[in-house]
Each structure stands twice: as structure tokens, then as C-alpha cells.
């Protein structure tokens, strides 16, 4: 047995493993943001579902057309909190027949809920 043998890996070795958990990392990333941003619109969808549909409970509980956000959210009210997930911004009153728009998902997206 020879005793000037030395035990670990060379530097090509490890530059190579490295390497390859760069290439990993950069066919992750994106995939993982993706989801993210379906994950945000989707919760964000829902939140318009749940508005949408408490305010058309507002119309014909008070035999109006329009309501206000502070009259839809609320221990008392018919949704009893809403959740921001992305620092989007809610319209503040919502008409009987319009779409409710929310802007600023992420800073970057708007989605509409027709009702």
C-alpha cells in the first residue's frame, strides 16, 4: 500500500459538482416562481369570489346598487377578514354588474372577476 496517497477531490471535481448545482438551481428558480404567481392569482381570485358574492348579498339584503368595502369585511359584516397575499389593492366600493378589478399583485399584475 502506498502511503503518499491522499484522500479527497481534486479541484476539477468539486468545480464540476458546483457546476451542476448551478444548472439545477437555474431550472428551479423559474419553475418556483411560476407557482408562486399562479399560487398569488388564484388566492387573490378567491378573495374577489368571496367580495363578489357578499356584496350581491349587500344588494338584496339593503335594495342597493352599491356598497362599500368597510361594509363587506367585518366581524359583523359578511366576510369576516381579508387576506392580502401580494400587497394588491381592493376597489373600495363596489356596483351591481361591474367587474371587480384588483391592481398592484406583486407590484406587477391586475386580474378582473366578472360577476
Do not use: H
Not at 362599500?68 to 359583523?76: H, N, P, V, Y
Not at 366576510?79 to 356596483?95: D, G, Q, R
Request: charged letters at 10%.
Amino acid at each position: 500500500m502506498n502511503k503518499n496517497t491522499s484522500k479527497g477531490f481534486t479541484l476539477v471535481e468539486i468545480m464540476i459538482v458546483v457546476v451542476i448545482i448551478g444548472l439545477l438551481a437555474a431550472m428551479a428558480i423559474p419553475a418556483f416562481q411560476k407557482v408562486r404567481t399562479s399560487s398569488q392569482d388564484k388566492a387573490v381570485t378567491n378573495n374577489m369570489r368571496q367580495l363578489g358574492a357578499a356584496a350581491d348579498q349587500y344588494f338584496l339584503e339593503n335594495g342597493t346598487s352599491t356598497a362599500a368595502l368597510t361594509s363587506l369585511i367585518g366581524s359583523a359584516a359578511y366576510v369576516k377578514a381579508l387576506n392580502t397575499v401580494a400587497n394588491e389593492a381592493y376597489p373600495l366600493s363596489y356596483t351591481q354588474g361591474n367587474a371587480i378589478i384588483v391592481s398592484g399583485i406583486s407590484g406587477a399584475r391586475t386580474l378582473t372577476y366578472l360577476q
